[in-house]
């Protein structure tokens, strides 16, 4: 008799375009793992407890966790890891003998692409663009991997920006200092920049915004890490505009995979075939011209 799949998927609200079926299933199939991954569009925060109530009677293996709940999910977990109780967030669920634990390979899937430059960053000033859970992830990878000497975190929202600090506790733990986003000259004094937002992603409307700097103020300097976090395109405005300026640019795609690779690592115990992954990955999202 055929043994059943063992189910996995993704939380989140209206997130369809997700690419993580097609990583996932396509490392499924490599390693002739009997396992299958979808998306679960949850309609409100109100049925976040349901579905992984549900997902603990069902048997499912576990779930990726994104927009809007990851936060959302913390309260109905059993258990948290080290690096999703240092940010209040998860991203990633494992469902074993009907104990959920919650776990954020975000932190660890930033910083993978940066780890060749952690001698360079160390001790110098960064520059984050974002007040959500991806700027959050950020700033703990960068409090955990490369001690900087500041974070300059650029947003709109000052007191929501605070707030997230404080919940977080990063106001205690990193050297971080709110700017406001009408203020970018200031990431000329940084050794990487980052996009946190989903500003430049592919088909979105963000009032005219292509990028979160504006690309025509030289504020891009040669030998700068400029790191987006958006993945579709590959090649956004501005990690186009940083490769002009002679600055190294890191895609999106990049953490994309490293926060996937980790979550396959924590449901299977099995190590995903990245570069095969990768290529299929690339393959499917088309770069723009």
Not at 32 to 41: A, V
Not at 73 to 91: G, Q
């Amino acid at each position: 008799m055929k043994k059943a799949k063992k189910i996995y998927g993704l939380i989140g609200r209206a997130v369809d375009y997700s690419y993580s079926p097609l990583i996932h299933n396509t490392a499924f199939d490599i390693l002739g793992l009997d396992s299958h991954y979808t998306i679960f569009n949850v309609a409100s925060h109100e049925l976040i407890q349901d579905a992984l109530f549900g997902a603990r009677a069902l048997g499912m293996g576990g779930f990726s966790v994104t927009i809007p709940y990851k936060k959302t999910v913390v309260p109905f977990l059993d258990e948290l890891s080290p690096e999703a109780a240092a940010i209040k967030a998860v991203n990633t669920i494992v469902i074993e003998n009907g104990r959920l634990t919650g776990h954020n390979t975000d932190i660890a899937g930033f910083a993978a692409p940066l780890q060749q430059h952690a001698e360079s960053i160390r001790g110098r000033k960064i520059a984050i663009f974002g007040c959500g859970g991806a700027a959050l992830a950020a700033i703990e990878a960068f409090r955990r991997f490369f001690a900087p000497e500041e974070i300059l975190l650029f947003v709109r929202d000052t007191r929501k920006a605070r707030t997230l600090l404080e919940e977080s506790g990063h106001h205690k733990t990193a050297p971080v200092t709110i700017a406001l986003l009408d203020d970018p000259e200031r990431v000329r004094e940084c050794r990487v920049v980052v996009n946190a937002t989903p500003i430049g992603t592919s088909g979105r409307d963000d009032g005219g915004y292509q990028s979160v700097i504006p690309l025509d103020g030289n504020l891009i300097l040669p030998g700068q890490i400029v790191y987006d976090m958006v993945y579709n395109p590959p090649a956004t405005p501005l990690l186009r505009a940083a490769a002009c300026s002679g600055a190294i640019a890191v895609p999106g795609i990049e953490m994309l995979i490293g926060q996937a690779e980790r979550a396959f690592r924590l449901w299977t115990g099995m190590q995903m075939p990245v570069d095969a992954v990768r290529k299929v990955l690339k393959g499917e999202i088309q770069p723009t011209t």
